[in-house]
């Protein structure tokens, strides 16, 4: 069974900075893109970042670029989300995702795993 546990999440004020963690476990992602996703109250869930099978390449959403860093350690099963001066607009919950194919995409079909989400919210 696969899993995907997400930590990391909290209540931090504007222009703070979080964490977060996801690990997963049942598969191994090695050769598939992971990534992360967020659904703000009363909001469709959206695309955030991804990174793509070969660790290396990246992709952002417009909102997050300069502020968010997606990485991931495959010896560790782990992506990251490193989340920089965090606005108010970023309050949500944040879901990772593992994908069924190799380089990352906006599309929420793409992924058929997902976490339990964390909170993450920002004060002004």
């Known amino acids: 069974q696969v899993q995907l546990v997400e930590s990391g999440g909290g209540a931090v004020q504007a222009g703070a900075s979080l964490r977060l963690s996801c690990v997963s476990s049942?598969?191994?992602?090695?050769?598939?893109?992971m990534g992360w996703f967020r659904q703000a109250p009363g909001k469709e869930r959206e695309f955030v970042a991804a990174v793509h099978w070969n660790v290396f390449s990246t992709e952002y959403a417009d909102s997050v670029k300069g502020r968010f860093t997606v990485s991931r350690d495959n010896a560790k099963d782990t992506v990251y989300l490193q989340m920089n001066n965090l606005k108010p607009e970023d309050t949500a919950v944040y879901y990772c995702a593992g994908y069924s194919i190799s380089w990352g995409t906006r599309n929420l079909s793409d992924v058929p795993y997902w976490g339990q989400g964390t909170q993450v919210t920002v004060s002004s």
């Open positions: 049942g598969r191994t992602f090695n050769n598939y893109a």
